[in-house]
């Protein structure tokens, strides 16, 4: 079956990025999405939450259409509430869990879930750490597992990183990405080559981290400052160009050979001297008591309006990154 | 002199970053600029450069009305075009240099600063990797000189990195940091606590940079859908908001605090895991290459034309950071 051809999604665990996961599939028409999770108050849990995530981009239309909406996906049969695993898999031609970040638990329901599955289903894990090929141990066909990882929040954040097992048959990674490109679409999928923990995107996000940590700890700048001085400089280059692309421009007509040969010594300075901190053991923790402490204070807990301009914020930036000007 | 007082503004050295930092201080009605290079060519060099960085962000406009407003600028005595360094200084309230990244060349040229500027005026650099602390050596009074370190292109990228000398006064650093700050100033200054080498924002670049090089190196992904995989998450996250602030926020109600203890298993992994890879020397370079390669077939050389689209996505971008939604 083609990736555009109509799908029926199975969600397993509809916490905050379940949700997000049915809003980014009910985007689309042609899609049937089957809902699943243990809490005893899902359906309630469901209907109070989920316009949250489908809320129109326009403040003026409110929350009350968007409740409406929901009503109307489920008596038109697009959102299906299940209380069994069995019963919510059992149509599917994409099933998808976003349930406890526990190894045993995943290798469980993907043996469940392949026993009341169609044959056919595609498998994803939206595991931001533990690998298709962990998890598909139980499993009979381990062809039909992949994680696509998503970003927060998926209904907003354009990449899902799609991470095959070495067992995963191509046509499904292929499957998946071009899911995640049909025309309309406003993900970027990206397929990873090799299994690596943290896989790319957090990967680069925590070794950025890392130093933002050992900087705090070191007093060189406030928590607050750090992340004045990210917004500032590199998330916005970030959002425009990607890290090689930036050094590329930086280096003129050199390109990044020339931007390397110029910057080496520093670099390497740097690279020599970057923190060396711990988040587990210890050893190299003293920066989390002050690293919590200045970020509590300088942030707090975010108000629901806060999150709602958050979220008004990113859309103009990634509507921003596909804009074209001069025309 | 208070910073909103009128400036004579000194810059020292109009390669590409002296000439978008011209046309920073020249969107103040009160300065009036005083530019000095030894380039025999310097003035042809600034009036047709010069134009770029001063186009209007509407581009019906065009290139005509830069290059007139640079006429201009020139004939009310705004701008003024020096061939010797003593009399570019000799009345001026700031003297910042962007000179060539070189230690001895930085000592040389405050010590001629020093002695032809006004005993009152701030001296700034513009350097990304050499401590004021350093290129001070060979004056007398150690307490005027600053790191004023900004990000690329200055005109348009709010940073400022303000990196005092042990010796530096408080009073110079307070004056640097409200002069970027005055209403209508679309910059942010931030002042750094202690010297260190790369400063901030280039050592959180590179501990990024480097991850991103053994990810390359060990054909996890391409340089290019790792740039895709950075601009489709983490460049418009941190545009938004900073490293902490997000994870603040990813900790829901628990905070920073609840989110370091549910990812720390991964988090670890990924930090004990991390490249060591080096740019200088003969070990751990061999990514480079591989780097080079895939970053030219990518992007090659940007065209006048995609270069003038990036500047005004990266001033979108800007422009949304302070934008307040709902009213």
Known sequence: MSPSSPQRITLIGLGTIGMSMAALHLT??????????TRP???QYLLKTLPN??????????????SSKVASLISSGRL??????ETACASATIVQEQGPENLAFKQSIWKKVESAAPASAHFWTSTSGIAASAQQQDMKDKTR??????FNPPHIMPLLEIVPA????????????????????RHRPVVIRKEIPGFVGNRLAFALLREACFLVQEDVVTAKDLDTILMASLGPRWAGNGVFESYQQGGGEGGIKAFLEKLQSTMQ????GLGN?????????EWKEKVIKQTNEAYGTLTPEQTREKEERLRDFIRAQTRTYGQ
Chains 1, 2 share one sequence.
């Open 28 to 37: 689309r028409d042609n899609t049937i999405v089957h809902v699943f999770d």
């Open 41 to 43: 108050d899902f359906e």
């Open 53 to 66: 995530f489908l809320a129109d981009p326009n403040p003026e239309l409110g929350s009350d259409s968007s």
């Open 80 to 85: 299906r509430i299940h209380s069994e695993l």
């Open 145 to 150: 597992l992949l994680v696509v990882h998503p």
């Open 166 to 185: 070495p067992e995963t048959s191509p046509e499904r990674v292929e499957f998946a990405r071009e899911y995640f490109s049909l025309p309309g679409s």
């Open 269 to 272: 300075e740097v690279w020599n």
């Open 277 to 285: 901190v711990n988040v587990q053991g210890e050893h190299g923790t």
